[in-house]
């Protein structure tokens, strides 16, 4: 997906979570639907962590993509994770941020 289109996406009202951002489009029939991820290094200071919730997204929503979803859409991370772990992402928090991305799409 492009910067412009991104953009675009994330002018529009999202559908939120407690730390996610979820803005969708519909996409024109027969137009393969894409997909936009956003987290910022301020927000997941490790690569490490910033790769692996990036591939939970990914996961997610091509799920979402494959049964119900059928429209652009752009993942945001709004606030900081491990607060509480020294910025590193475990487990228990991994858990809680994967069933909030589900319950959003």
């Known amino acids: 997906m492009n ?12 559908k939120t ?3 996610w951002g979820l ?9 393969k639907p894409d997909l936009g991820i956003a987290v910022a290094k301020k927000l997941a200071k490790r690569a490490v962590d910033r790769n692996q ?3 939970m997204i990914r996961e997610l929503v ?7 979803l059928n429209g652009d859409v752009v993942v945001k991370l ?5 607060r509480e772990t020294r910025g590193r992402l475990r487990s228990k928090e991994k858990e809680t941020l994967r069933s909030q991305i589900a319950g959003l799409i």
């Open 17 to 19: 979570s407690l730390y």
């Open 3 to 14: 910067s412009a289109r991104i953009s675009e996406l994330l002018k529009t009202r999202p």
């Open 23 to 31: 803005y969708l489009a519909s996409t024109d029939q027969g137009a």
């Open 53 to 55: 919730l990036k591939r």
């Open 78 to 82: 709004k606030k900081p994770i491990g």
């Open 62 to 68: 091509r799920g979402a993509q494959a049964t119900h």
